[in-house]
């Protein structure tokens, strides 16, 4: 990673500050939108604002860790010796991984017997699977990256056999509407965290050098903007949708 053209450098220079933008923007909807959900089911939307409060300042210092990393030269950008920082991006995910399954816990109002020791278990889960991903990011060695790789994969494993098999379990006492609603929030989760293991391995798909650091950069950037800020959203939507199915409405709250 000694040396960038033009468009790789600005490329994932408009990412970041793109991402800074969604994760503000998504902040204050999540802050304003709380009055529009029955009182119990607000504190899933201040988790929300938390997580994409937590993101966009972790942007901010990606970003100007980016600038930081190259200098242009000759119409390149040559790495500037300054390393770029990694690891705001896995303390990011330290605490809004743990962060987003709280709200999916949340949203899903459920007991507290039923809840605690779901979250405990995701919690520890979470924190291994960033814990253990770190070394292999960080390594320039392919075989350290798949053995790091495969180690994070086991704990990524063991959450989605909680969420479809524990949990699973557990929401099949409620009513069908709620159910459906949460098979769609697992699935979500699937299918957005699933994509930051297929980053991870970029250098397994051919990519070389630059591309590398390129790819990987853009990759958890849009998966971020999905699983945080358009993740919120759908919470959002549940929320408002079972407010309303407990009988609160917007008209009478005001
Ligand atoms: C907001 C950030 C989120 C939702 C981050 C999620 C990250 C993962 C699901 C990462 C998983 C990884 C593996 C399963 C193996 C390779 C290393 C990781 C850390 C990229």
Redesign the pocket.
Known sequence: MSELTMGQYSLVFNMLSFTIATMLAAFVFFMMGQSRLAPKYRISMIVSSL?VGI?GYHYFRIAESWGHAFTLTAGKYMASGVPFNDAYR?V??ML??PL?LVELILVLNLSREKSGPMLTKLTIA?FL??V???P??ISSDTTTRAV??????L???Y?VYILWVELGKVMETQPERVRVLFRNMRLL?LA??????I???APFFGLTGANVTVGVQIG?TI??VL??AG?GVLIYAVARAKSENDGWSLEAAH
């Not at 790091?148 to 994969?153: A, C, E, K």
């Not at 957005?192 to 293991?197: A, R, V």
């Open positions: 997580v993101a896995y990011d995910w809004t991984v987003l979470a699977m960033i253990t991903g770190y292999g990011e790091w790789g495969f180690i994070s994969t704990p990524f494993a959450i989760i957005t965290w699933g994509f930051y293991p980053v991870y391995m958890y998966a971020d699983a945080k993740y």
